[in-house]
Each structure stands twice: as structure tokens, then as C-alpha cells.
Nanobody, 127 residues
Framework: QLQLVESGGGLVQPGGSLRLSCTVLGFTLDYYAIAWFRQAPGKEREGVSCISAGGETTTDVDSVKDRFTISRDRAKTTVYLQMKALAPEDTAVYYC????????????????????WGKGTQVTVSS
């Protein structure tokens, strides 16, 4: 069974850092793009960062550029979202999602092509 499992969320003070992990079960990332989305209470789901199936392309939403970094491990089973300089507006449930199998060399922050989703991990930025 194909699954995505997020971990690493928690409570952090403004200016702090967290690293989220998205572990894939039942497949590897060779032909899957992975994206991180987030949804805050009362707000629409927002695409944050994505990495293409081959790992050669990443895309970030403007609000997290230079603060968040998406990467994946060499075993191609885990995607990370390193977050720094966190602010209260980053508070949300963070989800990872997979789009594939695909040979596309790009990825998108739009939710439509992603056909497998994790259950999410809560990130709270508060003093």
C-alpha cells in the first residue's frame, strides 16, 4: 500500500527552525514529484515547496523563499522541508503529497496533479 507519513512538526518560537520529514512507504521517489502544502485555520490550502521526480528542480512559494528548503535523501524514500526564521503566519498543518508516476522534470504547487496525500503534521509558531 502506498503511503506518505509526515513527521517533525511541533511548537517553536518565532525565529526558530524545524525540519519536517515525509517518508514514502511502498514506493520510491524515482518517478514521483513531492510537494509540501499547508493549511491554516480558516484559510485555503497553499502549496509551499515541491521537488521534481528526478530531484533536479525545486519550486517555492514567494513567502518562504530563502527560509524553507526542500530536499530528499539519496535512498529516495524521504523528502525534507527545512524551515528557518519561522513566523506566526507559518502556523498550519503541513501535508506532503506525491504526483506520479511521472517523468516530468518539473513540479507544481497546484494541488490538482497530486494523487497521494499524507495526514499532515501540525506546526505552531508562537511565543
Amino acid at each position: 500500500q502506498l503511503q506518505l507519513v509526515e513527521s517533525g512538526g511541533g511548537l517553536v518560537q518565532p525565529g526558530g527552525s524545524l525540519r519536517l520529514s515525509c517518508t514514502v512507504l511502498g514506493f520510491t521517489l524515482d518517478y514521483y514529484a513531492i510537494a509540501w502544502f499547508r493549511q491554516a485555520p480558516g484559510k485555503e490550502r497553499e502549496g509551499v515547496s515541491c521537488i521534481s521526480a528526478g530531484g533536479e528542480t525545486t519550486t517555492d512559494v514567494d513567502s518562504v523563499k530563502d527560509r524553507f528548503t526542500i530536499s530528499r535523501d539519496r535512498a529516495k524514500t524521504t523528502v525534507y522541508l527545512q524551515m528557518k526564521a519561522l513566523a506566526p503566519e507559518d502556523t498550519a498543518v503541513y501535508y506532503c503529497a506525491a504526483d506520479g508516476p511521472s517523468h516530468r522534470s518539473t513540479c507544481t504547487l497546484q494541488p490538482e496533479p497530486y494523487n497521494l496525500w499524507g495526514k499532515g503534521t501540525q506546526v505552531t509558531v508562537s511565543s
